[in-house]
């Protein structure tokens, strides 16, 4: 099963972060930053799997040649588009090209929705990325790997959106609001 | 509300950011309750996002999310769905489980794919569910017009289950067979195969069913997940084992190795080599013969510039050396450690050792990409190799070198020199790692730490190689002296232990003496670590003895003053090691310097005429460093000398011991402690000619204990304590056979001796007892394998090695097994204490489901079974219904603060805010104990008097615990 989903920029903040088994926000924020140092580390023509975070190796140290137990997260599959990196913190039992795959079709979708999706659409609409993830991914299994079917469960309730979108002025007026004070609090400035 | 709606959006948001939003879950259920959908929605959100198995208002949730669970509107039903999974708890789970089932027949296939998915976390903390659940999923599967999509959640979720108890999957086969073969959808597919894997070594008929369709699929699929998890597929479901020495079985085989050869070399893709790499991995156990075909392509790998590729192929390396290849192998390794810059290094460093390149290491592609690198990322530190990759190789160099005990090494000079160059290469921050650690951890950073990795090795191979001794004691020097000369690499200090004792104990066969005395007490040598001090101090006496001993045996003025001289330079670098704070190391440095001090006198008040040489000197304390030659030892072998039959563990050596102690406390009592000192330092020689009992010097001993041990031991220890410590130091003195602290098992044979010391007498030495017994039990087989070992060798050269292979008894193979077998269980026991204990951090616990069967009418329940469980579901509906008192109390309460709103939401936030700290310490030790999802049992923290209902859902688990143990092991494995 899938264990997590990340989505950080290139310098590190997340835009989205769904951990498919509950951990403090410190262990969240400690692991996202382990696997932001892995993976900006690496060049553009590398493969895209990741070797574990010592947050997630040292408690369970595989036995070299043996399985790996099959509850244990032992894969990380990343992707990098433009600004954004995608990463998935899965077990064993996921295929590692098919959560490549899913990964393509997670941001597919995301075009599709936006319309030519950039980082900002993320910050403002970031309700939407949590509903789109939804679709394709309930508590760690895989539901959805249609692009169609997800594109299609999203505007479904995209109505709802959309609709919000007469008071969606407020809402893009809250996104800026949310943007700046996250950054902010981050301490790094907004480009 | 709305603005609470946008406050909390903006609080998920940062919460991403890792600011704590728990204080707000109050606020999080209400906007969860909301009749807006929009509102809704953020609650339902921030619900996933910020709540933790110790949140408490989860508890009033409940009825809010049975109600949305019924909601007529799809979005809003969907919510629910979606959220529980992230919040599910065991008691949570049985109260919504009746609301949840209907939703499996709902009209909208996306309710009905998210409700299998959300089901099956139901299944991870209330394996229960199941066995309602399970019916109608099954029907879902089966059902050919159910829309495509929810057949793939289906088989999703099947395959999830599928790994923890294969054997309630087997009646499926058929209809995901079916699936496989005309579902058109890759994605389902790789699923089906990888379930497959998991039932083949249950059902062996099937691999013959898979095979048509798998080879068809590999051979024409285009979808390159697709081909490697079929591949895949057929290496983990014993496939290819299954279908041995058949034509179609090696077909396949070579067909799978040839996709992923190509895979490797053609497509370029780095995800595909790393995946190809891996899957070589999985083959190399059983195939080793078809990886090493591969060998070219395997170790073009290893020189990618990609790290996870290079592991990958590193790891490959290991499993299919052969004594053909090892050499290469490890030479092309050794030259990318020389090669890769250091992370301080420039890192055109690489440019200037590549013009050095040996030819046997050069190879395709090694020279062009060393180029790029540094042109490519001049800024990037990825050409430079991290220490830790640095740290792999070197472990797998030695690995591969010591598989088998050496049995694919055939030239040990080139491995010694190999693993000279190896502690010039260890990167530095191992050791300031490792030196971290400090003398608390000596043996657990021993096994750590690649140094010392080295050093055992090097260790090892002066131990049973006899031939190439002599050049291990002259790598062992050359480390020393470098050492001395701080040109050595700063991590591999730790070697030098291993390579003074092997100076120390094999010097007979270098006539370098004098440098090497000279490299070990030199004075930098007072600056390094204790442990590797206690080794020097423990090797100075030993190489200072061979060194005298080299020289004409005549004695005349000339060598009295060099002795001296020598003694007196050993004493003065042993001096300021009496004040070390190690307290090993003083103890070790107090003993020999007063030795040193006895000989020092002794080689004065000699007679120069006679030319004989002191008698302490020649002979007393050459008898403290030779003895029986070390031979390695089984670590089991201890453990399998039979008990003597007259050995009595219960009669006391001495039925007057409290006696003579008392005695020789009050003969002592007046005298200073310097008197003491000299007194026994004094006689401790002369007593060594004379080889007494040990029991007799018991009277003499006495004061050692009330010297400097005194702040440490005596005060506290009871008599019998002291006693027994006294002995085994006493002991270990005399013996001629105790060798320094690095052997351990001579010190471990100690009860032993002591007792048949005692009963035998003192002539019969027991020491070498063991290692007789040793001898005789495994003559055979030693002598086969050794053989076997020396004709290989005769085939690819010339002259012999003969490989000291472990000493233990073979009785019978009953009783080996038995002793083998206890150790391995422990350890397993142990591991599985460990990982219970450790489990990794996004780990979900489903220990509980393993042990659940699907369909009761499967696997043979017997009828207590069903009545214990039915008293525990009768248990659980009681605590059950305290949790709903406790919960309803705690609505009415929360439904008062509610009422009487017009106090500030400050003055309920600050009470909450208390509250929470409170219980935080509680609910952590909790998820410790209980760990994952299955930790939360949150209910009983909201209040104290909950907390028998936490008391009793642990006991009734505990029962449960072992038995899934059991069923994990024998089902999985």
Redesign the interface.
Known sequence: MINAVLVFNNSGQPRLTKFYTQLDTSVQQRLISEIFTLVSHRPASACNFLPLPPLLASPSPTPPGGQPHADTPSLITYRHYATLYFILISTSTESPLALLDLIQVFVEALDRLFENVCELDLIFNFETLHACLGEMVVGGVVVETGLEKVVGGVREKGRVRMRREVQGMGMGGLGMGVGVEGLAGIGRGWR | MDLKA?AL??L???????????WASFHVLEVMSSPK??QK??GY?AA??S???DTEVLMLATNLLKKDISSPL??TM?LP??T????ITSSLALSLLSDLLPRLSHSNP?IR??T???L??LALVYPDTLRSAWPKIKDILMNEEEDS?VT??VV??V??LG??RPRDFLALAPRLFDLLVDGG???MA?KII?LFATLTPLEPRLIKKLLPPLTNLIRTTPA??LL??CI?GVI?GGILEGTEGAREGEEIASLCVGKLRGMIAVEG???L???AL?AF?RI??SHPHLVSMHEDVIMGCVDD?????R?QAL?LG??MVNSDNLIAVVERLLQQLRNAPVTTEVADDGRRHSIGVEPAADSDGEDPEERLRPT??PQ???PALPAEYRVTIIRHILEMCSKDTYANVVDFEWYIDTLVQLVRLVPAADQAGSEFQGDNAWDLSQEEDVASAIGWELRNIAVRVSTVRTEAVKAANTLLSVSGNDTMAPGGQRVLAFAAWVVGEYFNSSALSYAALDSLIHPKAQTLSPIVICAYLQAIPKVLISAISHESPIWGPERKTMISLLVARVIHFLEPLTTHPNLEVQERSVEFLELMRVTLQAIASHDVQNPDGPLLLTRAIPQLFTGFELNPVAPAAQRKVPLPSDLSLDTPINSDLTGILQRADQDFAGDTEAAEFDTFYNQRPIKKAISGPAIDSLPSLEPETSSYQQNDYTLSDSDALVRKRIQRRERNRDDPFYIGNDDASSGTSTPFHDVLRSTNGEDVDVDSIPIMNLDLGDQALVAESSDKDLRKQKRKRPKKVHITKDETIDNEASGFDETQRAPASELASQQRAR?KA?????????SGLSSFSLNSSDTPASQLDIERQEAQDMEMAKALAEVERLRLEMQRASERIQATDGTPAEGILVKKKKKLKLKHPVGESQHQDET??QA?STQGLQDAEAAPVIKKEKKKRKPAMPDTNNEKVGG?D
Request: proline letters at 6%; hydrophobic letters at 40%.
């Open positions: 946008t959006l903006k998920i948001y940062l919460e991403m950011f890792g600011h704590d939003m728990s959908y929009q929605r953020v959100l996933v996002q709540f933790r198995p799809p979005p969907s769905l979606v529980l999974p992230h919040i996306n794919k998210k299998i998915a959300a099956y976390r999509s793939a959640a999703n979720v395959c999830e790994w923890r959808n890759n994605w790789i990888k390159m997940s490697y998890e895949n983990q893709d780095p995800n080599k790393y995946v891996l991995n190399v156990a510039p990609d790290i996870s590729i592991l790891g290991a499993g490519a990322e990037d530190d990825t990982d450790k489990k990794s951090l996004l780990q979900v616990d489903s994952g999802v939360g999985i």
